[in-house]
């Protein structure tokens, strides 16, 4: 199985290679191929080794195919041009200033030039139909040229002023457009190890290794996410994890945990950051080998624990063994075990859970103490491209799914409980304001999703405005809360056809028979709207959607045929026979 986050390549360029031509040559042939394109003014190629070995590292077969130098409006315009041929899946900008402007580092230049010069380009790009764009930051100089003992103005502040319109226009544009932080890349790497300014001036290559490198695991980043591959859930060991020292033993006056001093600050820093990914929608669980009652007793009453009871989304604090627990986190959330991080001081703990769950990203607590508080950070792992409502809230969510358990726990059937819950699903066509949360679903919905076909909201936002395709979302909720924008249908109109494209429900929903009260509404709707006289629909199996494999086939379609798995059926009518359960109410439009 294909690792989900990029190892460390070769050092050697030639092992590099020869390391990603064995790879790419133990790639099935049917894996998916992933086309960059790069628009730029500089020399690039150099980050084609590292960028194939990270991606054959994620199962992913990629092409990058680069633009002229410096022919940036031809490059996305012309017929002829390999970027427009190519169309591209991701579109990389990489551009310097110095060939941005001729004028740059002159006494008395300043960034006004350049940014009209970047509005122009990116109203270009913003017309074209690549899904996923991203845009580069320029590197602030590293040296001033009025001296570093007066704060005058200067070019780095000129160039600070049009990163900021960048990540401005980033942020206004997102998730179509992405940033790639080339400023921020090369200080954390240094200059010394980012910079080749020999080749720079020899043949306008810029960029040594270590910043290919970490360029091309930016760019993994993002097709991680775009396809549903990006981590959900944090999982925390608590002894020399979430605190310094044993509770069992220290007690809660004894552990390390504090605001101000040596070594209970990492731990209090590394807490904020735990909160940070909280507050982007990550799942945040705990597995200890411990006495629960301990444990909780911190979270509740510690005066410098920053995690909470509420901020966890589930818990496992016995005396078991981690991957059982583990293993138990994950079937009572509702995820996939590679969707998990888990975090121990422990080296055999984690040795023992690598050999034994291997699809569990493993990170451990740094040696060096003071390094541990940006360790989830470093890599990225929990990287996203939107950060919706339902992030925001994912916590209580969950949280809610467990009074729901308890309440499943208290009916002899699972129709009187389902008839219990007084469930509303609340099916429209999808609206501005729900679009980037379509396209966040179809991205991240692996296990209830027919079809996997991963779009972008520029690629939602074509279906909406075309008069032959429908998007439609269903928010659930009942007597325990809401569920939120759980369910997403696209389907395009082909003569008297309707064509289900996606069909996708998030994790939460399952089990509660949403689906068909969903999928029949949206088939109802279509009716009336286009007259169609039959469906058509496929299943297109994945690693994590066997559960929905015969989801048509129970719905009453006709299996038309079946190539290599993919299964595609057709109804020769224009609605199922099945009724929409009983036990829930439908708010339409």
Not at 37 to 49: K, V
Not at 267 to 288: H, M, P, T
Request: contains cysteine; glycine residues 6%.
């Amino acid at each position: 199985m294909a690792s989900s986050f990029p190892t460390d390549p070769p050092p050697a360029l030639s092992d590099l290679i020869s390391t990603g031509d064995t790879m790419y040559a133990a790639l099935s042939s049917t894996v998916p191929e992933y086309r960059f394109g790069f628009l730029r003014n500089i020399t690039l190629e150099g980050i084609e080794p590292y960028l194939r070995y990270h991606m054959l590292a994620i199962g992913m077969r990629p092409t990058l195919v680069f633009g002229g130098y410096g022919s940036l409006r031809q490059d996305l315009v012309s017929p002829d041009s390999p970027l427009v041929k190519c169309s591209p899946n991701i579109l990389v900008t990489a551009f310097m200033l110095e060939e941005l402007d001729s004028s740059y580092g002159l006494p008395g230049w300043d960034a006004s030039r350049s940014q009209e010069e970047l509005s122009a380009i990116f109203a270009a790009l913003m017309a074209t139909d690549v899904p996923t764009i991203a845009l580069n930051t320029f590197i602030v100089p590293f040296y001033s040229e009025t001296g570093a003992l007066i704060a005058a103005l200067d070019v780095a502040n000129q160039v600070a002023r049009l990163n900021d319109f960048v990540r401005n226009f980033v942020r206004e544009h997102s998730p179509r457009f992405c940033l790639m932080d080339w400023d921020r890349l090369a200080h954390r790497i240094g200059e010394a190890e980012a910079m080749d300014y020999r080749y720079w001036y020899i043949s306008k290559a810029p960029f040594k290794r270590p910043f290919l490198d970490a360029l091309a695991r930016e760019l993994v980043k993002v097709v991680l996410t775009l396809n549903g591959r990006g981590k959900k859930c944090l999982v925390l060991d608590c002894d020399n994890t979430l605190w310094g020292g044993v509770i069992g033993e220290d007690g809660i006056e004894g552990i390390q945990l504090d605001g101000h001093d040596y070594p209970g600050r990492v731990y209090y820093d590394f807490q904020k950051n735990v909160l940070q990914l909280a507050e982007r929608g990550v799942l945040i669980a705990l597995c200890s080998k411990n006495n629960e009652q301990d444990v909780l007793e911190v979270l509740d009453n510690h005066p410098w624990s920053l995690l909470k009871r509420t901020h966890l989304s589930a818990f496992r604090i016995n005396w078991n063994d981690k991957a059982a627990n583990l293993a138990g986190l994950a079937k009572e959330l509702n995820l996939g075990l590679d969707a998990f991080v888990f975090v121990d001081d422990n080296p055999r703990e984690l040795e023992l859970l690598r050999q034994v769950l291997p699809q569990v990203t493993t990170l451990q607590v740094p040696d060096r103490l003071y390094e541990y508080p940006a360790l989830l950070l470093r890599d990225g792992l929990f990287d996203t491209l939107i950060i919706s409502q339902e992030d925001r809230i994912r916590a209580s969510l969950y949280q809610t799914e467990t009074q729901r358990r308890t309440e499943r726990n208290q009916h002899a059937n699972l129709e009187d409980y389902l008839s219990s819950l007084g469930q509303v699903a609340a099916i429209h066509t999808a609206t501005d304001g729900e679009a980037r949360r379509v396209a966040q679903l179809t991205q991240k919905t692996n296990q209830f999703n027919l079809t996997t076909r991963r779009y972008s909201d520029h690629e939602i936002a074509n279906f909406r405005a075309s008069p032959d395709a429908r998007v439609y979302t269903l928010s659930a909720r009942d007597r325990f809360g809401s569920l939120g924008l759980t369910g997403v249908f696209i389907a395009q109109r082909r003569q008297d056809t309707a064509v289900v494209d996606s069909l996708l429900m998030s994790c939460r929903a399952l089990g509660r028979q949403l689906e068909f009260a969903f999928v029949l509404e949206c088939m109802r709707h279509i009716v009336a709207d286009w007259q169609v006289q039959a469906w058509e629909a496929e299943y297109l199996p994945s690693a994590k959607n066997n559960q929905v494999a015969d989801f048509w086939g129970g719905l009453g379609f006709m299996l038309l045929e079946e190539v290599k798995g993919d299964r595609r059926y057709r109804l020769p009518a224009s609605m199922p026979e099945m009724a929409s359960p009983f036990f829930i109410h439908v708010e339409r439009e």
